[in-house]
């Protein structure tokens, strides 16, 4: 059965703190991994990744995809307090079907 | 704000009952995805359309349905509601389907009481 696995669960770090999250993955028909923030709203968009072993960077995130190991990783630099929200990770396979993990819940403490 | 508008915002209704929700898409997005969100599942795929046409299908239950019409809104109706399908009901768009950068709406809250 496909599924996606984030971890930690929680974070809590403090400002200028960086953090790592991670996403592993088990997909039939792997077409690309995605990354969404979610504050209390809607999620938005961060990366879409699709090869492995390129950098993805927007300002202070970074992501990257090892499709050997079947994971990625999510790194935000010098956080803020606004990087504090659910960030999440799905997977879509070429049938189009997207698999959302459970989510990292990232606080950061100024 | 992201350009993909759902209606309504907020539902209350009572189990057995039947709700329709409402969605429009950015401007010039041809796909469609509808989303549940709920605390102990997450969120979840429920179908795509894509130029009007169901593209893929994810965990969506026999008593829900949706459809996107010429003019690309969509809709998703669920049936039969149940304690369970309380939830917050997202719909996305993006330009084609693949896994491109998908616009989330801002999502209808639905509760069945």
Same mark, same amino acid.
């Given at each position: 059965?496909?599924?996606?696995?984030?971890?930690?669960?929680?974070?809590?770090?403090?400002?200028?703190?960086?953090?790592?999250?991670?996403?592993?993955?088990?997909?039939? #028909? @792997?077409?690309?991994?995605?990354?969404?923030?979610?504050?209390?709203?809607?999620?938005? @968009?961060?990366?879409?990744?699709?090869?492995?072993?390129?950098?993805?960077?927007?300002?202070?995130?970074?992501?990257?995809?090892?499709?050997?190991?079947? @994971?990625?990783?999510? #790194?935000?630099?010098?956080?803020?307090?606004?990087?504090?929200?659910?960030?999440?990770?799905?997977?879509?396979?070429?049938?189009?079907?997207?698999? @959302?993990?459970?989510?990292?819940?990232?606080?950061?403490?100024? | 704000?992201?350009?993909?508008?759902?209606?309504?915002?907020?539902?209350?209704?009572?189990?057995?009952?039947?709700?329709? $929700?409402?969605?429009?898409?950015?401007?010039?997005?041809?796909?469609?995805?509808?989303?549940?969100?709920?605390?102990?599942?997450?969120?979840?795929? $429920?179908?795509?359309?894509?130029?009007?046409?169901?593209?893929?299908?994810?965990?969506?239950?026999?008593?829900?349905?949706?459809?996107?019409?010429?003019?690309?809104?969509?809709?998703?109706?669920?049936?039969? /509601?149940?304690?369970?399908?309380?939830? $917050?009901?997202?719909?996305?768009?993006?330009?084609?389907?693949?896994?491109?950068?998908?616009?989330?709406?801002?999502?209808?809250? /639905?509760?069945?009481?």
């Amino acid at each position: 059965e496909d599924k996606v696995v984030q971890s930690p669960l929680s974070l809590v770090v403090h400002e200028g703190d960086t953090v790592t999250l991670n996403c592993s993955y088990e997909v039939t #028909n @792997f077409r690309s991994l995605l990354w969404y923030k979610q504050e209390k709203k809607a999620p938005t @968009f961060l990366f879409m990744l699709t090869s492995s072993g390129i950098e993805k960077k927007s300002g202070r995130l970074s992501s990257i995809l090892d499709k050997k190991e079947l @994971f990625s990783i999510l #790194n935000i630099t010098a956080t803020q307090t606004g990087d504090s929200a659910v960030y999440l990770c799905a997977n879509m396979n070429r049938d189009d079907k997207i698999i @959302f993990g459970k989510g990292t819940r990232l606080h950061i403490l100024p | 704000d992201s350009g993909v508008t759902q209606t309504p915002k907020h539902l209350i209704t009572a189990t057995g009952q039947r709700v329709t $929700l409402r969605c429009s898409p950015r401007s010039g997005d041809l796909s469609v995805y509808w989303y549940q969100q709920s605390l102990d599942q997450g969120l979840q795929f $429920l179908i795509q359309y894509y130029n009007g046409e169901e593209r893929a299908k994810g965990n969506i239950l026999e008593r829900f349905s949706a459809q996107q019409f010429p003019d690309l809104h969509s809709e998703l109706n669920l049936s039969s /509601l149940e304690l369970g399908d309380s939830a $917050l009901y997202f719909c996305a768009s993006s330009v084609v389907p693949g896994g491109y950068e998908q616009y989330f709406g801002p999502g209808t809250r /639905l509760t069945v009481t």
